[in-house]
């Protein structure tokens, strides 16, 4: 692999400096919050979410490649890199990326209740994507613009439409949508939808879906299995439901 050499980029050694400061804040939630900004990792996701990209990051050891420098990336030391990554293996580039707003919502969509492992929300985040539910409404669940999310969901994020909501403002942001609600005791999902305007709504790992929500009209969906479980992991049971459903 051809390498270019650090030695003419710009290098960050101490923890005091402002732009490494400002990188610090991007590892919380309420930094990424404040600065409409969050940190991707690993030279793929990089490359497929350029549009988005303010600025790359390298650790000092890094082998820069061409296509990686004419990029103007900035060298931090192992020690400043290591200290923002997520990996237990860092990959030795990193990104700021513009988290982008959100857009009026689209059918089909999937409303996400509470759900709080980074890893089933990653997953749910891909097949919405390979699914075409590409509006996601997400409440009170885990900050999906968080490192680790966005690493379990390959940086498809960026190609959704994601809203923050709340269980209050859910009913006027969908209005008179269809709302299909995993859970179990009921019926089969349809073959063949007449009501093209829906979304599926998917609860907790623990809990389902919240009280506030099941208020709303609705229509039950069941997964129907040939042996009986004590339930599906959420991440497998939404790819089954919004395979089911696009059908």
């Known amino acids: ?30 930094g990424r919050r404040e600065l409409s900004l969050c940190i991707i990792e690993g030279e793929k996701v990089i490359f497929e979410n350029l549009e988005h990209i303010e600025q790359i990051f390298v650790r000092e050891d890094f082998q820069i490649t061409p296509n990686i ?20 293996t860092p990959t030795g580039i990193l990104a700021t990326a513009q988290i982008p707003k959100p857009t009026e919502l689209t059918y089909p969509f999937l409303v996400l209740d509470n759900i709080q492992d980074t890893g089933n929300m990653g997953t749910l985040l891909r097949t919405a994507c390979a699914f ?39 009913k006027s942001l969908i209005k ?9 005791g009921g019926s089969s999902p349809p073959t063949e939808l007449d009501f093209a305007n829906f979304g599926l709504v998917l609860g907790s790992e623990g809990q389902g879906v919240s009280p506030e929500i099941k208020k709303l009209p609705n229509t039950v969906v069941t997964i129907p299995m040939q042996n009986k479980v004590e339930s599906l992991n959420v991440g497998v049971a939404g790819g089954i439901l919004m395979c089911a459903l696009i059908k």
């Open 132 to 170: 075409g539910f590409n509006s996601i409404i997400i409440i009170d669940c885990v900050d999906i613009w968080s490192q680790k999310v966005l690493r379990s969901a390959m940086g498809n994020q960026f190609r959704l439409n994601i809203i923050d909501s709340s269980h209050d403002e859910l």
């Open 176 to 184: 008179d949508s269809e709302l299909y609600i995993a859970d179990l």
């Open 1 to 30: 692999m051809w390498e270019v050499k650090l030695s003419c980029m710009k290098k960050i050694e101490s923890s005091e400096n402002q732009i490494f400061k400002s990188l610090k804040k991007l590892t919380t939630k309420k």
């Open 69 to 88: 420098r004419d990029l103007d990336p900035i060298a931090l030391t192992k020690k400043l890199f290591d200290e923002i990554s997520s990996l237990e």
